[in-house]
């Protein structure tokens, strides 16, 4: 990784007091190098799903890449699939390929291999940072600052205090007890016990918890990587949750775009929003086929995302689509 770069503190936000590094710095995303180009992760935070985070193994991917390269180049884009499942209980070992080393763009490829076998594999791509006569961007949308809302870790605990949530309290411990090394902020949280329809749309403030600093703006990006994952598949079923519930839901790929530097210790907006989910057939349906469609349960879904910095800024844009498999929603059903 480079040395210090400055990624436009005005953004907002402020360091947390004293030098509380961030576990994702100190632990999750920090490889053992083996051997020249070959690192080995293991694993901070595993899902109730026991299956590896994928954000995670994106972000350790590309902490791989990033060290393959020299000083004077920043991430500008990277894309991945997930080929399989993996495995909690063991390591992951991170081979880098150095495809191309150019004067403005370099290429990396990174496959993640457990048992022998790759589980994901991915390209970054790297660029000099140059000066560019055109922009624009999208405006940020208007949400209330992240100060006004109540976190996470709140919200459930307010729920928990509510006779009304009693049914859900197995969930919501469960939920509640996880260690995930971000913070989050709901802008619209909705209870739990609402059935309320929904848009696939959502937005939250999110940040790393603990003390990144300036720092390497590479870093910044990795963490930024572990953080787009979370909760970013789950916005194609805010529509239908009420209606179905979920039995399996994993990514298939995930796609980021780096535009503006960022602190990822700082709070950022994470928009979210689902333009398609479903299912391509080979031919179009039948009326019959379309009314016994919900037996099959399988589908895909495509997800769009923007992290913005407070102060405006479109700093990262990303996309992921996944498999959703869903069964019919039981009313007694718990979290």
Request: net charge neutral.
């Amino acid at each position: 990784m480079s040395p210090p770069q400055d990624p436009e503190d005005e953004q907002g936000g402020g360091d947390p007091p004293g030098d509380l590094r961030s576990v994702l710095v100190t632990s999750v995303l920090n490889l053992e190098p083996l051997d020249e180009d070959l690192f080995r992760g293991t694993h901070y935070w595993v899902p109730s799903t026991q299956r590896l985070f994928g954000g995670q193994i994106v972000g350790q991917a590309l902490v791989a890449a990033a060290k393959s390269v020299s000083e004077d180049v920043h991430v500008h884009s990277v894309h991945c699939y997930f080929v399989r499942t993996g495995d909690p209980k063991v390591p992951v070992l991170y081979q880098v390929e150095r495809t191309r080393t150019g004067a403005s763009f370099s290429v990396r490829f990174v496959k993640a291999v457990q048992h022998g076998r790759p589980i994901f594999i991915c390209q970054a791509s790297f660029q000099k940072a140059q000066p560019s006569p055109m922009q624009h961007q999208f405006s940020m949308p208007a949400v209330p600052p992240p100060e006004e809302l109540l976190s996470h870790e709140a919200l459930i605990n307010q729920c928990l205090r509510d006779p009304k949530f009693q049914k859900y309290q197995v969930g919501l411990n469960r939920i509640a007890a996880q260690e995930v090394p971000i913070e989050i902020k709901l802008v619209n949280p909705t209870a739990p016990c609402k059935l309320k329809k929904m848009e696939p749309k959502q937005m939250f403030w999110v940040r790393a918890r603990g003390h990144i600093g300036e720092g390497d703006m590479k870093m910044h990006c990795c963490v930024a990587a572990y953080i787009s994952d979370f909760a970013f598949l789950g916005t194609a079923i805010l529509p239908h949750r009420w209606q179905y519930k979920v039995d399996f839901m994993v990514s298939l790929d995930h796609s980021m775009w780096f535009h503006a530097p960022f602190r990822a210790d700082h709070w950022m907006l994470y928009e979210c929003e689902s333009p398609w989910a479903g299912k391509r057939d080979s031919q179009e349906p039948t009326a019959s086929q379309h009314r016994n469609s919900h037996l099959d349960g399988s589908s895909r879904g495509l997800v769009h995302g923007r992290l913005w910095r407070q102060d405006g800024v479109l700093a990262v844009s990303c996309a992921q689509e996944g498999v959703i498999r869903v069964k019919p929603w039981d009313s007694t059903s718990k979290l």
